[in-house]
């Protein structure tokens, strides 16, 4: 964090683009973690379900809906780029995720959970740190439910199993028959190779090799550095790795071609059919109560 400046060294205000600039740059990873009431209307704007196995779907980019009262964001002061101010949609990911959660549970007999953004991004970002996620006061409510949701179904997942998996689904252009992985290079999942070793991460037996194996083309699938700009954002590393929640957390970047609409039944039930095995793998059954 940063370290307060001493009174009598400020001689006049810093430009607003230099102190987000700054704060972006130290801010530390610290979602908000109370799942709190939802403002009358949330509901409407993000849905969740809460599940019984060790699996937390979060999709932040998919959704098309106004929020009642906050105007479109307009990044001022904000550095553009993968990990700054965004507006493109991420379309098909509301769609995905719900499809995926609904094949787990048709595999499975138990439900994921999962926290999905109904509201669009150019209002709120939840995949930013909350100072620039969002603009107006109106939307900090939205914001706070969505992170305090994910941060419950955490703890949640953490007591009941000591060990889970986050899935945080995107899209991206690059390369529509692709899904890229964003791990920070390995941080978000260090839990799983502490307990598993290296193969749990790369080669057949991690998760994109089972999503391979599936019938999904991912990238990487060897301990290659992952694709920048792809490579796991504020989510995956504030709910995976070691610090946090005890989790393990992977963003998917899936290309045009598994969300296009007449193909996302055919993707989530390859993705769950990867999900199915890596929970045979590496989750643990419910603790004994």
């Given at each position: 964090?940063?370290?307060?400046?001493?009174?009598?060294?400020?001689?006049?205000p810093?430009?607003?683009?230099?102190?987000?600039?700054?704060?972006?740059?130290?801010?530390?990873?610290?979602?908000?973690?109370?799942?709190?009431e939802p403002?009358?209307?949330?509901?409407?704007?993000?849905?969740?379900?809460?599940?019984?196995?060790?699996?937390?779907?979060?999709?932040?980019?998919?959704?098309?809906?106004?929020?009642?009262?906050?105007p479109?964001?307009?990044?001022?002061?904000?550095?553009?780029?993968?990990?700054?101010?965004v507006?493109?949609?991420?379309?098909?990911?509301?769609?995905?995720?719900?499809?995926?959660?609904?094949?787990?549970?048709?595999?499975?007999?138990?439900?994921?959970?999962?926290?999905?953004?109904?509201?669009?991004?150019?209002?709120?970002?939840p995949?930013?740190?909350?100072p620039?996620?969002?603009?107006?006061?109106?939307?900090?409510?939205?914001?706070?439910?969505?992170?305090?949701?994910?941060?419950?179904?955490?703890?949640?997942?953490?007591?009941?199993?000591?060990?889970?998996?986050?899935?945080d689904?995107?899209?991206?252009?690059?390369?529509?028959?692709?899904?890229?992985?964003?791990?920070?290079?390995?941080?978000?999942?260090?839990?799983?190779?502490?307990?598993?070793?290296?193969?749990?991460?790369?080669?057949?037996?991690?998760?994109?090799?089972?999503?391979?194996?599936?019938?999904?083309?991912?990238?990487?699938?060897?301990?290659?550095?992952?694709?920048?700009?792809?490579?796991?954002?504020?989510?995956?590393?504030?709910?995976?790795?070691?610090?946090?929640?005890?989790?393990?957390?992977?963003?998917?970047?899936?290309?045009?071609?598994f969300?296009?609409?007449?193909?996302?039944?055919?993707?989530?039930?390859?993705?769950?059919?990867?999900?199915?095995?890596?929970?045979?793998?590496?989750?643990?059954e419910?603790?004994?109560?």
């Amino acid at each position: 964090m940063n370290q307060p400046v001493p009174t009598a060294e400020i001689t006049k205000p810093m430009p607003r683009s230099i102190c987000l600039s700054v704060l972006f740059a130290f801010l530390a990873i610290s979602p908000s973690t109370r799942a709190e009431e939802p403002k009358p209307g949330t509901e409407t704007l993000v849905s969740t379900q809460a599940g019984q196995l060790p699996i937390i779907l979060s999709a932040p980019h998919g959704g098309e809906l106004a929020v009642p009262g906050v105007p479109v964001r307009t990044g001022d002061g904000i550095p553009k780029g993968p990990s700054g101010f965004v507006t493109v949609r991420d379309g098909g990911t509301e769609q995905l995720a719900i499809a995926i959660a609904a094949e787990l549970e048709q595999r499975m007999g138990k439900k994921p959970y999962y926290v999905v953004a109904r509201f669009s991004r150019k209002y709120i970002d939840p995949n930013r740190p909350a100072p620039i996620a969002y603009e107006h006061p109106e939307a900090k409510p939205i914001y706070d439910f969505y992170h305090g949701t994910l941060a419950k179904f955490a703890r949640e997942v953490h007591t009941k199993f000591d060990r889970g998996l986050v899935l945080d689904i995107h899209g991206q252009g690059s390369a529509r028959d692709t899904i890229f992985r964003g791990t920070q290079n390995g941080k978000t999942v260090a839990l799983l190779t502490q307990r598993f070793g290296p193969e749990a991460q790369v080669g057949p037996k991690s998760f994109f090799g089972l999503l391979m194996t599936a019938g999904c083309k991912g990238f990487p699938l060897d301990d290659s550095a992952e694709r920048q700009g792809f490579g796991g954002g504020f989510i995956v590393q504030s709910y995976g790795g070691t610090d946090h929640f005890g989790l393990d957390a992977i963003q998917l970047e899936f290309g045009a071609d598994f969300r296009a609409r007449e193909n996302v039944k055919a993707s989530a039930a390859k993705v769950a059919d990867a999900v199915v095995s890596f929970v045979k793998l590496y989750l643990s059954e419910p603790k004994q109560q």
